[in-house]
């Protein structure tokens, strides 16, 4: 089965270029020191939190916290579409629900869905597989609550983007637990080996090499070729079908470039877009950025040509 490549977004005007220009600038001066090797985390996730501040939530989307199989998580929006599973970025180190509310709004409005976003256990204190098996904590604990698997998504960027994927691999393995209807992976870290990342990419904003692999060291030690920790290296057969967004100016890139053409040989059907000139998760500036405006909306029409059965009440 081939994976359908795309080239998001179109030629932008002289505002969306001096708004892309501003937004890059200003997440090299803001969040280039929190991604840091040598940073402690503490610092990072507090620079990480602060930053996150300063972005615009989508109005009138109703969140409250909540706890699913004693995992705490985010509940926003209360669509009746379907449920989305969201896992955060971060790098498996940092990151968590309110830092990601520019996004997961969004997406709820878009929609017309709740977006659960699990706040899933943090490295170097929690290393593998602690994010995933808070995650798979939640999603059993949504299907006991009476969310059919058909109506139900799981969405992720970056470290979430990888554990999404893990996630899917994992239940397939399992063969208990019924698979959801899709997965929605931007931008997304899925091989923490970084044997095929590049030490630099003209245009990436935030991240570099030297960080991905200390956060890579506090999530999965030595031992980063597991399937569960880099799942570009395990089985893609057998997987509901995926989305996948990256940007053309990523250090991350050659993830997903690496992830369609493996689905080129699998059994998973898979839809890949690329949009050049943006950065690492451009999905986050959403209302502000036309390119961010158009991947969600194909995010949107891609969830809701896959959910199926009776929407809840």
């Known amino acids: 089965m081939s994976c359908t490549r795309e080239t998001g977004g179109e030629a932008p005007g002289p505002s969306q270029r001096l708004i892309a220009a501003t937004l890059r600038g200003a997440l090299k001066s803001l969040l280039g020191p929190a991604f840091q090797a040598r940073a402690p985390v503490s610092l990072q996730r507090r620079w990480l939190a602060t930053v996150a501040r300063a972005t615009l939530p989508a109005r009138g989307v109703p969140r409250h916290h909540t706890r699913f199989a004693g995992v705490p998580v985010e509940v ?8 989305v599973l969201y896992l955060h970025g971060g790098g498996y180190i940092a990151g968590g629900p309110a830092t990601h509310r520019a996004l997961t709004t969004r997406l709820a409005k878009a929609l017309d869905a709740t977006v659960m976003v699990v706040d899933y ?3 170097p204190e929690h290393p593998s597989p602690a994010a995933l098996d808070d995650t798979l904590a939640v999603y059993r604990a949504l299907l ?5 698997p058909e109506r139900l998504a799981v969405a992720g960027d970056s470290a979430g983007g990888g554990l999404s994927l893990a996630f899917l691999q994992h239940l397939r393995d399992g063969g208990t637990l019924p698979l959801p209807a899709a997965g929605v992976l931007l931008s997304p870290w899925l091989d923490l080996t970084l044997a095929h990342t590049p030490e630099h990419v003209a245009g990436e904003a935030m991240l570099s090499r030297a960080w991905l692999d200390a956060a890579a060291r506090a999530y999965a030690g030595e031992r980063r070729d597991r399937p569960e920790v880099s799942p570009l290296l395990g089985d893609l057969n057998g ?3 995926l989305l996948i967004q990256c940007g053309g100016d990523e250090i991350l890139g050659a993830d997903s470039e690496r992830l369609a053409d493996a689905l080129d040989q699998a059994d998973t059907q898979g839809r890949y877009q690329r949009f050049a ?19 969600l909306a194909s995010i949107r029409d891609f969830l809701a040509d896959r959910f199926q059965g009776e929407a809840r009440p």
């Open 76 to 83: 926003v929006g209360q669509g009746r579409a379907g449920t």
């Open 277 to 295: 000139d943006r950065w690492h998760v451009f999905q986050l500036h959403a209302g502000v950025l036309a390119d961010a405006d158009r991947a």
């Open 121 to 123: 256990r943090l490295a």
């Open 239 to 241: 997987l509901p079908p």
């Open 144 to 148: 006991d609550h009476g969310h059919p």
